[in-house]
């Protein structure tokens, strides 16, 4: 039985990786750091807190991790204002699947960031309650967010379906005791360990229908 259906937002919704890592590339070359080949994979679902001490204080960048935060974010502010990148068919499957279930949002997004998405994707009304790994103690790949989102709703992790992405975000979900549906991005693909948590592996998020999840109940 599945009781909601928790949503991650980058990656999932949004195809927003490749932005964040144009906009933090550009950032940490433009004040002194040093972006390394694993950084990416690293930040994927960092929250902001996290990945801002990250530039601050691994990559070598001349800014404090509030500075950093505060300067990125609006970069990506100003991206999201000239388009939101929504996944094809990403918005249907949303709608669709709220039909039957509530939802759940939980993101390494920055609120302002995940209200700016769903407002400009109509999106906003379908979910009864989302949240920020801001406003956790940790982010993923810690299950924080998940169980405060489910929690909100007032349903148990373990009788949710999450819909991640990236290989932090599958560990966190995971670790929540969801059953997990990764759809990862083609430029980012899961660690071993990570694939081997999740349920079911997707080509793309239009994959995934209700008659999935009724069969992960």
């Known amino acids: 039985m599945v009781d909601a259906v928790l949503f991650d937002l980058d990656g999932v919704i949004v195809d927003s990786e490749p932005v964040w890592e144009e906009v933090r590339r ?55 204002a000239e388009r939101v990148p929504l996944i094809d068919g990403a918005d249907a499957v949303v709608r669709g699947v709220a039909a039957r279930w509530p939802l759940g949002l939980a993101s390494s997004s920055p609120t302002r960031l995940i209200a700016a998405a769903l407002d400009a994707t109509g999106l906003a009304v379908a979910f009864g309650a989302t949240l920020s790994t801001e406003e956790t103690a940790r982010g993923k790949p810690a299950p924080d967010v998940w169980l405060a989102v489910a929690a909100r709703l007032g349903v148990d992790p373990a009788r949710c379906v999450a819909v991640e992405d990236s290989s932090n975000g599958v560990r966190s979900a995971a670790a929540a005791g969801c059953r997990v549906v990764a759809v990862p991005h083609g430029s980012y693909p899961l660690d071993p360990d990570a694939e081997a948590l999740a349920a079911v592996l997707l080509p793309s998020i239009d994959a995934l229908t209700p008659e999935l999840l009724d069969g992960l109940g």
């Open 26 to 80: 550009a950032y940490v070359a433009a004040h002194g750091g040093t972006w390394q080949p694993d950084t990416q994979r690293r930040l994927m679902g960092m929250s902001t807190g996290e990945w801002a001490g990250y530039l601050s204080g691994e990559l070598g960048v001349d800014r404090s991790a509030e500075q950093v935060a505060t300067e990125v974010v609006a970069e990506m502010a100003r991206r999201y």
